[in-house]
């Protein structure tokens, strides 16, 4: 049997978010981004495609390692303005019926208990179509803004989200009981006090003695979305990732990837297809090759690699601009994002060692995922291939131009590979975890969350 392959649109609240200078283009809509219609289009559009969500990524700082300033971010519009992804939820959520919604939100600068309440009113509002995208942060200028020096170190991050997940979990699992709220008319009660309980939180960084002041929504536990490939971000995806996204720049350093995230799912008491991942990748395609190379062609006109060299400073962790244009990158330290320069290293080991003009040229369209050209026919060989040879679930597709890269897709590449058997023609039913897994709205039992709920 043919497996499928599942598609996620990549986006952000701003004007720049993987190709930076593409806003230029005349028929790239990502200035609207500060709009209800470009995200109600968007997804009506998405959901015409049977894609399995929209993720929206997040920053709550500049790029401003490159050059030790902003001031190129700002420039080039790399990722700033920007604004707050959870807000845009509602008004998709009401224009469609199965598309998910995958949200960033970072757990260093907010209080778990309030931002519980959030992602619960969210899920009952989409009627259990919300992912929780959750991120530690890496950008020193965030940290800086919220009363900090700079982020925590790496690891550390991880074990400060730990609890914080750790609260959420109790709070959504654990603290109403399924049958709480029973709305007996003739008595008057609305909710039975006696099944709600105090979760009695006491840890390192957090005190929660209280009650979730929310009611389940269809999920409880939203689904978790997670990006981290270090080890550590290994770690931490095998325990509680449902849907992880991850980048690499060639099939043999996301097929390493891939094996030691599927071993840490594994390791962590779980099935090693319990996590859907999806791998970062841009696509140009037309009719025809030669359209697709025209597209291409025309495309890198509007590109900028000095923006590309701002996104690439931060997710770094490394100020570019303090190399040669031509030098390669030998072993640096990252406080960032440290896979990108694990990856980077995996490259250099299989013989492809990158300079920093390779890095401006390549992620000035797509970011750290690799860009494909051609017909239908010839992304769909070239996306079943990677599948095959790295055993990815899916795509996070990022967009060149807003909407017409996802548009060409829809277009041109989905029908291939529903010829193929190789692409839903429908959505399951349910839940955004139903239709992920198949095995229901809550979480697994050899989920992290599981061990929250009220009398596990």
């Not at 519980?116 to 950008?139: F, K, P």
């Not at 009695?200 to 957090?206: E, I, L, P, V």
């Not at 139903?434 to 039992?445: H, I, Q």
Request: glycine share 10%; net charge negative.
């Amino acid at each position: 049997m043919t497996r499928q392959i599942r598609f996620n649109a990549f986006d952000m609240n701003c004007v720049a978010h993987q190709s930076s200078g593409m806003w230029r283009h005349p028929r790239d809509r990502s200035r609207e981004y500060n709009t209800i219609s470009y995200w109600t289009d968007l997804a009506k559009l998405l959901e015409s495609g049977i894609f399995d969500g929209l993720f929206i990524a997040d920053v709550l700082g500049t790029y401003d390692v490159y050059g030790g300033t902003n001031e190129a971010a700002l420039r080039n519009g790399a990722q700033v303005p920007v604004n707050d992804p959870i807000l845009l939820t509602s008004a998709m959520a009401a224009v469609t019926e199965n598309l998910g919604f995958g949200i960033t939100a970072g757990t260093a600068f907010e209080h778990p208990y309030p931002f519980a309440r959030r992602l619960t009113t969210l899920d009952h509002l989409t009627n259990g179509r919300i992912g929780w995208n959750v991120v530690t942060g890496y950008l020193p200028s965030a940290a800086r803004n919220m009363g900090a020096e700079d982020q925590m170190e790496h690891d550390e991050r991880y074990d400060h989200a730990d609890e914080y997940l750790e609260v959420l979990y109790k709070l959504w699992e654990g603290s109403w009981e399924d049958d709480a709220v029973i709305e007996d008319r003739e008595s008057g009660v609305f909710t039975d006090p006696s099944k709600v309980h105090e979760i009695g939180h006491h840890g390192k960084w957090f005190d929660v003695p209280g009650i979730h002041i929310s009611e389940p929504s269809p999920q409880r536990t939203p689904v978790i979305y997670q990006a981290g490939a270090s080890p550590r971000g290994v770690a931490f995806a095998a325990g509680n990732a449902e849907a992880i996204f991850v980048a690499a720049p060639s099939t043999e350093v996301l097929a390493n990837t891939v094996k030691r995230i599927r071993d840490g799912l594994e390791s962590a008491g779980r099935d090693r297809y319990d996590a859907k991942i999806y791998t970062l990748i841009t696509i140009v395609t037309g009719a025809t090759e030669e359209e697709a190379l025209a597209k291409k062609a025309e495309y890198d006109q509007y590109a900028s690699t000095e923006g590309a060299l701002v996104f690439t400073s931060g997710w770094m962790g490394v100020d570019l601009s303090q190399y040669d244009w031509n030098e390669p990158l030998g072993n640096v330290k990252s406080n960032a994002i440290q896979s990108t320069l694990q990856h980077l290293q995996e490259e250099a080991d299989l013989g492809r060692e990158w300079t920093v003009g390779d890095l401006a040229r390549k992620n000035a369209i797509g970011g750290l995922g690799p860009t494909i050209v051609g017909s239908g026919e010839q992304i769909a060989d070239e996306l079943q291939r990677w599948q095959r040879e790295t055993d990815i679930d899916g795509f996070n597709l990022a967009y060149a131009v807003a909407h017409e890269t996802w548009e060409d897709v829809i277009e041109h590449v989905i029908p291939v590979l529903r010829e193929r058997g190789a692409y839903p023609t429908e959505y399951a039913p349910g839940t955004l975890r139903n239709k992920l897994s198949g095995a229901g709205d809550r979480v697994k039992p050899t989920h992290r969350a599981a061990r929250y709920k009220y009398g596990a």
